[in-house]
């Protein structure tokens, strides 16, 4: 079973190395983190009121009846069909695929069948992750994939030894070839964030590694952006800025 909080687009990407390339996201429900330092407030459905990242409705299983559940990744690619039938492209349009933490399905099968079904027809298909959790390739379509690997720091709150696994990230990093890692950093956590960054990328394949600032809307982005900017322009780390929330807040489906 593949529980999926939404699907949505067009769209464009809004981070990282693709930022505004045309894509279809599929965010699937669930994650190991909760990531309560980020500080997003909102409101479960039974009027509890909590701070997490700004997916909460993909991570927090109060949510879950709102997820919808497929027995089979056929029925995902028709509801993305569908998003694209009004449109006529002449190139395949990226599929992203989110969460939640999407690896929580890596051993599924119809995911997999999902990532070989538009790996195999050339779509570029980028997971978005946070590296945390163990994986192993063991078919060759699965070395095409783009990870997307949002490794998080102590701000998030998440222990150290949950939320960094060098053994995963050297192996995305070895059995891929576009993969990166982002970091997202507020404007009050600038200089522990690069020792911490530091720590986690030694040892492990060199990669492209971007640095994004933290927040929720597109004041707090903008508050935060000049000072992650200059940090990335210091230390030779590359700049994302996060363009889905300056242009749309954190509005869902968008």
Known sequence: MLEVNEIFGPTIQGEGKLIGTPSIFIRFGKCNFKCVGFNVEYETPSGIKKCACDSYYAVDMEFKDSWKKYKSHADIVDEV???????????????????GEPLLYWNNDEFQKLLEYYINRNHKVTIETNGSLNIDFTKEYQNKILFSMSVKLSNSLEPLKKRVNK?????????????YLKFVIGDDFLTNAIVEI???IKDIPSCEIFLMPLGDTAENIDRNSLNVVNLAIKYGFKYSDRLHIRLWDNKRGV
């Open 198 to 200: 530091k720590e986690i």
């Open 167 to 179: 053994l995963t990230l050297t192996k995305i990093l070895t059995n891929t070839k576009e993969s």
């Open 81 to 99: 069909e569908n998003l694209l039938s009004s449109f006529e492209y002449d190139f395949k349009i990226d599929i992203v695929i989110t969460g």
